[in-house]
């Protein structure tokens, strides 16, 4: 919830500044923001086993990605600095025609786990890793 609302409240606060007479009410775009990032948390999820690999996130609407492993194009794991700190990490997974999903924000052990697996088709196969 923190990127956009923190996003919402500069833009908001530029608004208000920038504009004469505009007073506080640019700065109620912030809880709309707010409610988006809440909705972009709840639709992320993933899960792998049988082959494939099922990412899901949100942008305006909820997507899922559906894809088997043996036919991704790229995948990789992400840190930014304040991930790295909080010990959390981003998955993508590109597969071809430019499909691409990603899940953000996922415990940096989960988030590895899923890597590895990623680059070995047949354990993925083999075993189904849970989802949260």
């Known amino acids: 919830m923190l990127p956009p609302a923190a996003a919402a409240l500069v ?7 920038a504009i004469p007479g505009a007073g506080w009410w640019p700065l109620l775009v912030v809880a709309p923001a ?22 899901r996130f949100r942008r305006m609407a909820r997507i899922t990605v559906l894809a088997p492993v043996a036919r991704l194009q790229q995948h990789g794991l992400r840190q930014t600095v304040l991930q790295r700190r909080a010990r959390l990490a981003d998955v993508t997974a590109r597969v071809g025609a430019g499909t691409h999903g990603h899940v953000r924000h996922l415990d940096a052990a ?23």
């Open 11 to 17: 833009l908001g606060a530029i608004v208000a500044v």
């Open 34 to 55: 707010a409610a988006w990032g809440a909705e972009c948390w709840r639709a992320a999820g993933w899960r792998l086993g049988d082959g494939r690999v099922q990412l």
């Open 110 to 132: 989960v988030a590895g786990g899923i890597f590895d697996a990623l680059r070995d088709p047949q354990a993925v196969e083999q075993r189904v890793v849970g989802a949260p």
